[in-house]
């Protein structure tokens, strides 16, 4: 099972459990059977959940994200009754209650608002746990990173190339439309090979690996052949939508970083140290020697050689004393 599939599920499960947590409050409020409720609760937060995961987050859900919010929310509402009337007669058939079905009908009044009222707390739930990371949410609770951490990282730094002059070219809501999709697409590769997004940088983002979940089953080179495969796969969207399909650099590097809480009313967890330096420096260097994805020899020393890799020879990267072995990576697409 990928990560990002199990992580998913996880958002899920949280967000499942939320249903029956507000379902068993509900009991108390409308009176309804304590059995049907939160077998009820269960099923369509179930359902609910993957809808909102599997779907709306998804390649197949964009069209309802750019959708104006108005809309979206009646679309989504929409659905939401759909799933409840089939969670409500599935229930029925379940326990064997159809004579009491009129008395849920008499009840909807109440029962409608309620389901919406539980259904935006689960959903808000499930784009917290989406925006912030699962993995986050869980150490700001135990409070791992409230002291300064030591940790050993890869980081993975991607920018698009000529975005100043895709501007002039586009406009700029068009550039907007052309980096959101593209960010969209080049997220999916990395945290299906086991990353994530540590920060988006206007028309790129920073992921980032724990040192050996990067080069498990050469991870972190997967990730970037599956960017390159992701974008030419969907090549005929992008130019059909904007006459161009975007390209990009990659800089990589790993080391120890050191990780820390950051901010007060709003916290996040911010990672510090020469290892990020560098890696933005290997991005940099990529478009210096034209290669599209350039790796310090840390990364390579890590990894399964091949003819793909080429030695550039060695950088001088401001604030550290001594010349760093640099390697360029061609990307293959159709790597297994």
């Known amino acids: 099972m990928k990560i990002s599939t199990r992580n998913k599920l ?8 939320v249903f029956v947590g507000l379902a068993i409050g509900a009991i108390f409020l409308v009176k309804l059977k304590a059995d049907q409720a939160i077998v009820g609760a269960f099923l369509l937060g179930l359902m609910i959940s993957l809808f909102e995961v599997f779907y709306v987050q998804g390649q197949a859900g964009r069209w309802l994200r750019v959708m104006h919010p108005l809309k979206s929310l009646l679309l ?3 659905a939401i009754l759909v799933m409840m009337f089939a969670v409500m007669y599935f229930n029925h058939w379940a326990f064997d209650r159809w004579d009491k079905l009129p008395l849920v009908y008499a009840k909807l009044p109440v029962v409608i608002p309620l389901l919406f009222v539980i259904s935006a707390i689960a959903l808000v739930s ?4 989406g925006y912030v990371g699962g993995r986050n949410i869980f ?3 135990i409070g791992k990173y409230h002291r300064p951490v030591v940790e050993k990282k890869v980081f993975l730094f991607l920018d698009m190339k000529g975005s100043t002059n895709l501007v002039d070219r ?17 997220s999916k590769p990395i945290t299906d090979n086991g990353g994530e997004i540590y920060r988006f940088t206007g028309d790129g983002f920073v992921a980032m690996w724990d040192w050996e979940r990067a080069f498990l089953a050469g991870s972190i080179f ?3 052949d599956d960017l390159y495969a992701m974008i030419a796969l969907e090549r005929p969207v992008y130019e059909e939508t904007f006459g161009l399909a975007p390209e990009f650099r990659i800089g990589i590097h790993g080391g120890d970083i050191v990780g820390s809480e950051e901010g007060d009313n709003r916290r996040d967890i911010g990672f510090y140290g020469d290892t990020i330096n560098i890696a933005a420096r290997m991005e940099q260097k990529a478009k210096e020697v034209g290669y599209n994805c350039v790796l310090t020899s840390e990364i390579f020393a890590n990894s399964t ?15 550290i004393e001594r010349p760093m072995e640099i390697y360029g990576y061609t990307p293959s697409p159709n790597r297994s």
């Not at 499930?126 to 746990?129: D, E, G, M, S, T």
Request: net charge positive; glycine share 10%.
């Open 10 to 17: 996880v958002s899920v499960a949280i967000s499942t459990g």
């Open 170 to 186: 586009l406009g700029a809501i068009r550039m907007k439309a052309l980096v959101g999709k593209f960010l969209f697409d080049a």
């Open 139 to 141: 150490y700001l609770l």
């Open 305 to 319: 050689k091949d003819s793909r890799f080429k030695p550039l020879g060695a950088e001088t990267v401001r604030g």
């Open 126 to 129: 499930l784009r917290i746990v």
């Open 76 to 78: 989504y509402n929409l």
């Open 222 to 224: 997967q990730a970037v």
